[in-house]
């Protein structure tokens, strides 16, 4: 009798271990299939934001890739430094995977040589061109004590901002004379949504990215040049044909920026037209399909 009661408890615990075993198989099996579910539900609410920052008169961007990359278009003049870190850690950036330098203009890299002392950087672009402003001499500076080598911003560079993101160089295509005609310019892709940055690429230069052949097409511009006459011509807009507009202008400049011509030009086309001094700063969110617009006030 001893012997059969422990022979009884040898297979019931066997019983109990083969139950355990194929319960925990299908819970874990369970838990799998819970979080694929969960990975499908958080990819759709994946976004890309991209930050069109109040810097007054002078243009910045900052995009958040889904997965948490990071890049950084111009910075504002100098008297913005403190207020580009201030940005910095509003929305959490601490490092910055790609910085773009458009083009040597003050406007544009005045507040760059803080942002590259302050925060941790992957890969710099610039164009190439020389000034010899103190701004862009600081500048170079920064990314020397960085240990940083910039990369030569030119039309046909492409890359992944990361698995979702794809960001092409359009321009330079060649070489100009004017610094302004030299802004690298990028578009962003993420799905089916796309972001035009054209820092202050006037007229030649977008002539010359029409006649490369590369899809202009985007949903957000980001207006060449502030709103100057000597960007945004029709063709280029027609080319683009965005839905949203953003202007990045300070309130009362001197330059007169935006003007009434490319105003009306963007009006005729039926954008929306999103601008810093009216709005602050313009938050763009794009989940790769749609397109949100929020700003500051
Ligand atoms: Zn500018």
Known sequence: MRTSKSTYAII????AGI????????????SDAGSADQADGKQQGKQLKVYFLDVGQGASQLLVTP???????????N??????????KKYRIDKLDVVIGTHPDADHIGGLDKVIDHIPVGAIYMPKVQSNTKTFESLLISIKNKGLKVKTAKSGLSWDLD?????????????????????AVVKVTYGQNSFLLTGDAEAESEKDMIASGANLQADVLLVGHHGSNSSTTAKFLKQVHP??????????????????????????QGVEVYRNDKQGTVEVTSDGRSIHIATER
């Open 243 to 268: 839905k949203y507009a953003v202007i990045q202008v300070g309130e009362g400049n001197s330059y007169g920026h935006p003007k009434p011509k490319v105003l009306d030009r963007l009006q005729q």
């Open 67 to 77: 997965s948490g990359k990071t890049m950084l278009i111009d910075a504002g003049n």
């Open 19 to 30: 139950f355990l075993f194929v319960f925990s198989g299908c819970s874990l099996e369970l």
């Open 163 to 183: 698995d979702q993101v794809h960001v092409d160089m359009l321009a330079p295509t060649g070489t100009y004379e004017d610094t302004n005609n030299m802004s």
């Open 79 to 88: 008297d913005k430094e403190q207020k580009m870190l201030d940005y910095m």
């Open 12 to 15: 019931f615990s066997l019983l």
